[in-house]
């Protein structure tokens, strides 16, 4: 069924776009509604404090940050207790590479792809460089922009630790077939690291249906 869409309405709850600008990249500076812009200064118009303290502060902290999970978990699908929040997602990529490289031993693999924001790739490389695991690239077909699935039953295998793999191409707009993908991963024992920053304002995302770890 074919959603309708009232732009005119949605382009109208953006301040920042009164302007007549169009944002096209927009995760590289994303403009926000009136709504957000409203529930970020009632914050701090109420006190906000410390999380996980016993005063009125932090407990609205607490409530917020609770709440926030639970919206993340309800656009992406997966349970609240999963989101974390960061300064970027390359910060977070960075922290999570540096975390899950701890249990990379020499000899290892991790495989990545050219279709993806330099943020799912350099995380990872630089741990594996660290660790001494090795690094192997799944192409993209440069005549359509597609990253095609079928390679990864040759890329992953036994050492196979994780494969880093974008939702969409920031560049391009092309989805991989990332379930596929992530059952590959899977059926090695290995995870899948899914970037969904330029998917998720676009198309309805399930990290579940994903196979995203
Ligand atoms: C697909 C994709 N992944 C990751 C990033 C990096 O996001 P951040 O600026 O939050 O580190 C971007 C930024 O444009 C992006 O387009």
């Known amino acids: 069924m074919a959603t309708t869409f009232d732009v005119a309405r949605v382009r109208g709850s953006y301040p920042a776009l009164a302007d007549g600008h169009a944002y096209l990249d927009g995760a590289a500076g994303t403009q926000v509604p009136g709504s957000v812009i409203d529930a970020i200064a009632a914050a701090y118009r109420a006190g906000i404090g410390n999380i996980g303290g016993a005063f009125a502060a932090s407990e609205r902290s607490d409530a917020i940050v609770a709440e926030a999970r639970r919206a993340v978990a309800d656009l992406t699908g997966g349970a609240a ?54 690094v192997r690239w799944a192409e993209a077909d440069l005549a359509t922009g597609e ?23 920031n560049v391009l707009g092309t989805r991989p077939d990332v379930a596929a993908i992530a ?9 899948c690291y899914v970037d969904g920053v330029h998917a998720t304002p676009h198309i309805p995302v399930d990290v579940s249906a994903l196979g995203a770890d």
């Not at 494969?163 to 191409?169: C, F, H, N, Q």
């Open 147 to 169: 990253l095609p699935a079928a390679q990864y039953a040759e890329l992953v295998g036994d050492r196979t630790r994780l494969v880093a793999v974008t939702a969409a191409s």
């Open 81 to 134: 207790s999963g989101v974390v929040f960061g300064p970027s997602m390359t910060a977070l990529t960075y922290r999570m590479s540096a975390a899950l490289a701890r249990g990379w031993a020499p000899g290892d693999e991790i495989v990545v792809s050219r279709l993806d924001h330099d943020a799912n790739i350099r995380p990872w490389i630089q741990a594996a460089a660290r660790a001494g695991a090795v």
């Open 183 to 191: 059952a590959v991963a899977h059926a090695a024992g290995a995870l």
